[in-house]
């Protein structure tokens, strides 16, 4: 807010070749459809590749120039970590001045790290430990035992279960519950008998996690999320759940208990995944899929679908499934005119 | 609570006319299975025709008369409307009395209407500014730079990130987080950078929001809920998008970055819409429906299933699906015949 | 932690039957996958056999035991029963002490039982009622005429709206919201008119409910969730819902206004169910299903897909539906043979 850059300035700062004025002054960033003079903006989508001939904007990051734009074009292999090279030009992350408030109620036993910052109506338990830099915004409770690591962000009414381990430099966001009880109960002859939940969750580092997700205490061990992992909103993690390292999910998935997700998956939005079943590195899985057993990459790389299938298939069979009406037609047409052949 | 009407004075109240004993007096509202003598209810279900005619309610609220039965009718062409009356003046809201609690955190630099109640462990960031007569209960955490109309209602641990906009009479309830960030990352060889999210969101007037319902600010620009929309809980609103007036989602619905729902939209439970896309103004969405297209109003009004189809063709293809194994094996005596035929 | 106990005393104090070497000293509780000398497992899932072969494991709790194990065994009728009591000797619940902080409110109309605790930033309104022993922790919410049994274990941030009762022994999980207003909206020529939502939530004993599950108020009367049902995180129950005794639903399913579920109900993972229907007792509900009618026993006791049908169906449909492009080809083969001959 209120920065100035010269566009030459701004490509050498994002890595990015400027074609086109590199003495224009740009002095903010704006989507496509509204960027306008003086504005910098980003092409991510070829649909919007109209947008970029018509735009009035100072600038487009792109992987290219787009021919009959007036825009200068800032080139870069990879446009969508340039964008946000420029975003965080024109909006430096927030500083927080640190400090303890003295609304929050902090054990003694606790270990807080330099210039951490807890906010207002923040608990931390006994033996709880905070690393360097690491902000706790209002109402965040931290429970006995929980150790949160450097350069984290926790935001409003996060709740930390006790024994919770987090990593260095991860963020969650507001309401989400890390370590709560896993789903386990024995039926009995009275009813169900509770599984005492006694393991932990532990987020590595550099993972994000969204509001109102919640991540289940493992029964015995570990419910782990690794290095990198980003989850949206209101996804549900089970009891003893592996999430591998730079896999990302969407909001509002679900996966039960003991199922190990691998590396760099992607999980679409609702998204349902059973227990004690394995996803290999890599996948893909669409949006609102169903997965009742282990997928394989050998099989496909991308599944879809209620029973999960490869997506190519599912495909295939989503075009016909409305046209289902018609092929019980068809078919009833072909056994008339076998009988009517037949009654000859 | 301890209130009588005469019947006819309730009638004027509610713009109802009363068919039967007009002075009768009530003194209270009760589920149509459930009420008795000195009750009045409501039928809106035709399928509860039978509860009518059997009631011992003194007054039933109704469309036309039910034949048989020997209570009274509040007459209505919105009966529904009416019930909301009814039940209001029987149950009048309850009023807070205001105030700031010594217990809340208030900002120097924020501003607060006339007749504000700031409930204990309510936090109010810099610059923030909260409307006449609202009240914020307990644990609600107001960032930085929020505003918040007049008369509205901001129920416990609601979290409001720095920047969002909250129109007037606006409702939100327990635990719903309004502008964290979207889910954002680009994609690098040595794992996610995340795109900073530097927008904002907007609750227009009288809105409603439900518990942990979660909507998330715009990367660049604004997420936006417009006047009178409704949402039910636990919905994901992803950044950027807009949702249009007047229109109603059903708890669990999700809908991604970007997409633009029109107004007078109703969107059933779980649907999940993808991103970038549009729904026009006044369609339907079926329950747990999949919406990977924009939606137009000249192919159908009304759509269900995944992927989402026109909903007379998913209720055909829906009652065909589990004879399936059936037209297999029909399919399979064809061929079957076919040979036999071949073979002589 | 830091406990040991004699084989022939572990059993005696679970009710198992020890065969091997009862004199064997154990001192802790490990997964299967993991456990060693010294330490007690469980076989629950028979597809995990072979671990109980190869463990090194000092004890292995099971229906019976497995041949060619070097463990011993604690052969029990109900397992999974066995293990949570060993689970329990090894890791006894954690005792809070029991006070009222200074940074709490309090309300002073309120009745608290003996022995509560009401950890900081609680705050518990005008005519409130906790039973003995009750937990409230951190950031809890507890309204106006809320009631409270003895015993249970409130998690933080849990808000209780106004007139909700709570019953004996109930764990409620952080976040999750009790009596939010029910989703109900008169339509009218200028935008929706709010019901007002004055009936309550009755949760009665022994209930456990997940972290960020919302149960919203009744319109009239009661949504109640009856004894001994267990609901995971993230669920959704309409208004005027009953959920039956020892009734148990998984994560991230939904259940809309007004319908009844019966006891002992099992229910899936995102299963949604439509409103005003009923589900009869001891019923289960596949995950991912979608119920638009009332579930009957006497068709079947299992229900998948979407729309619902029975268990055996949906598992024939569900193998057949990637085969659907295929049966178009085939039929399209048929009507073109048919031609052929036509054509002669």
Same mark, same amino acid.
């Given at each position: 807010m209120g920065s100035e850059f010269r566009l030459s300035d701004l490509a050498a700062r994002i890595g990015a070749v400027v074609? &086109?004025? &590199?003495?224009v002054v740009v002095s903010g960033v704006a989507p496509i459809e509204e960027a306008g003079p003086g504005q910098v903006t980003f092409l991510a989508?070829?649909?919007?590749q109209g947008f970029a001939r018509d735009s009035s904007a100072s600038a487009i990051i792109a992987r290219e120039p787009v021919p009959g734009s007036r825009a200068a074009f800032l080139v870069s292999d990879n446009p969508y970590h340039a964008f946000a090279c420029v975003i965080e030009a024109f909006h430096p992350p927030a500083v927080s001045v640190p400090g303890i408030s003295d609304r929050a109620v902090v054990d003694p036993s606790s270990r807080l790290g330099t210039d951490v910052t807890v906010a207002p109506f923040v608990s931390i338990g006994e033996g709880a430990e905070v690393g360097d830099r690491t902000v706790l915004f209002p109402g965040v409770c931290v429970g006995k035992g929980v150790s949160i690591g450097p350069d984290c962000l926790v935001y409003p009414n996060v709740v930390l279960y006790p024994g919770v381990k987090v990593g260095a430099r991860v963020v969650l966001h507001a309401g989400c519950v890390i &370590?709560?009880? &896993?789903?386990g109960f024995a039926p009995t002859s009275d009813g169900f008998r509770k599984i005492p939940q006694v393991g932990i969750v532990e987020v590595e580092d550099d993972v994000e996690v969204g509001a109102n997700t919640t991540i289940d205490r493992a029964t015995l061990g570990v419910t782990r999320v690794c290095r990198g992992a980003k989850l949206d909103n209101l996804i549900q993690v089970g009891h003893n759940v592996v999430i591998g390292s730079g896999t990302a999910i969407a909001a509002q998935a679900g996966i039960s208990g003991s199922t190990r997700i691998g590396s760099r998956v992607m999980i679409g939005g609702q998204a349902g995944l059973a227990g004690h079943l394995e996803v290999e590195d890599g996948l893909m899985l669409g949006a609102k899929c169903g997965v009742p057993d282990s997928l394989r990459a050998s099989v496909s790389r991308v599944w879809s679908g209620m029973p999960a299938m490869p997506h190519p298939t599912w495909l295939r069979m989503a075009i016909l499934l409305p046209k289902l009406p018609e092929l019980f037609r068809r078919v009833k047409r072909l056994e008339e005119g076998k009988k009517t052949r037949r009654g000859k």
């Amino acid at each position: 807010m209120g920065s100035e850059f010269r566009l030459s300035d701004l490509a050498a700062r994002i890595g990015a070749v400027v074609v &086109g004025a &590199g003495e224009v002054v740009v002095s903010g960033v704006a989507p496509i459809e509204e960027a306008g003079p003086g504005q910098v903006t980003f092409l991510a989508n070829p649909k919007y590749q109209g947008f970029a001939r018509d735009s009035s904007a100072s600038a487009i990051i792109a992987r290219e120039p787009v021919p009959g734009s007036r825009a200068a074009f800032l080139v870069s292999d990879n446009p969508y970590h340039a964008f946000a090279c420029v975003i965080e030009a024109f909006h430096p992350p927030a500083v927080s001045v640190p400090g303890i408030s003295d609304r929050a109620v902090v054990d003694p036993s606790s270990r807080l790290g330099t210039d951490v910052t807890v906010a207002p109506f923040v608990s931390i338990g006994e033996g709880a430990e905070v690393g360097d830099r690491t902000v706790l915004f209002p109402g965040v409770c931290v429970g006995k035992g929980v150790s949160i690591g450097p350069d984290c962000l926790v935001y409003p009414n996060v709740v930390l279960y006790p024994g919770v381990k987090v990593g260095a430099r991860v963020v969650l966001h507001a309401g989400c519950v890390i &370590g709560s009880d &896993g789903f386990g109960f024995a039926p009995t002859s009275d009813g169900f008998r509770k599984i005492p939940q006694v393991g932990i969750v532990e987020v590595e580092d550099d993972v994000e996690v969204g509001a109102n997700t919640t991540i289940d205490r493992a029964t015995l061990g570990v419910t782990r999320v690794c290095r990198g992992a980003k989850l949206d909103n209101l996804i549900q993690v089970g009891h003893n759940v592996v999430i591998g390292s730079g896999t990302a999910i969407a909001a509002q998935a679900g996966i039960s208990g003991s199922t190990r997700i691998g590396s760099r998956v992607m999980i679409g939005g609702q998204a349902g995944l059973a227990g004690h079943l394995e996803v290999e590195d890599g996948l893909m899985l669409g949006a609102k899929c169903g997965v009742p057993d282990s997928l394989r990459a050998s099989v496909s790389r991308v599944w879809s679908g209620m029973p999960a299938m490869p997506h190519p298939t599912w495909l295939r069979m989503a075009i016909l499934l409305p046209k289902l009406p018609e092929l019980f037609r068809r078919v009833k047409r072909l056994e008339e005119g076998k009988k009517t052949r037949r009654g000859k």
